[in-house]
């Protein structure tokens, strides 16, 4: 499936989840509360060295990361990204004991998960997490590493301009269909 139509397609679902009624609300609002970090390090008895990072918006959670390093080099090879809704965690990315990535997809109410959305002409790769229910929209960039970090202003700006516009423009197909 190409880039385009995997586009329309996460627009159709999301229509669903936030009823596109009118062009100027057609896709949420970005976040305005500021952004968080609370970073904690812990080493096992294997002498195993565990960095976790929570990362908040107001008074909620929105992910959180555990880099890993196994041998003491300072090299982070393993890692866990959680990304949250609410309490609820509902995306797991894991890189652990190797170079495969394995991801878990746990269902939270009308939250939607798009996960290695890819905008060519910045080279940005990103995991978006919607729920109107929840009052979410929170957007998560891919580092060199592998993880994703909450998006920096720019990184928003591309995402949020992309799918505001394609929301906007859809926003009256969306009224026929009602």
């Known amino acids: 499936m190409n880039t385009t139509a995997r586009y329309i397609l996460c627009l159709n679902l999301l229509s669903i989840t936030f009823g596109l009624q009118a062009a100027d609300d057609a896709w949420p609002a970005i976040p305005s509360e500021k952004l968080v970090t609370k970073q904690s390090e812990r080493r096992t008895t294997a002498g195993i ?6 990362f908040r918006r107001g008074s909620n959670r929105i992910a959180q990361l555990q880099k ?26 894991s890189r652990i004991g190797g170079t495969n990535e394995s991801s878990q997809f746990i269902s ?5 998960v798009m996960t290695d959305v890819q905008f060519p002409e910045s080279k940005l790769t990103a995991l978006i997490v919607v729920s109107k229910q929840h009052g979410c929209y929170e957007v998560f960039t891919r580092q060199p590493a592998g993880y994703y970090l909450p998006a920096d202003e720019n990184a928003w700006k591309i995402v949020d ?15 026929l269909q009602k």
């Open 108 to 112: 939270n109410d009308d939250a939607i």
């Open 68 to 93: 890993i390093d196994r041998n003491g080099d300072g090299i982070i090879r393993e890692f866990t990204f959680s990304a949250f809704v609410g309490t609820q965690r509902l995306y797991v990315l």
């Open 49 to 54: 060295r565990i960095e976790s990072i929570d």
């Open 161 to 175: 301009a992309y799918f505001r516009k394609t929301a906007q423009s859809l926003a009256p197909l969306q009224q």
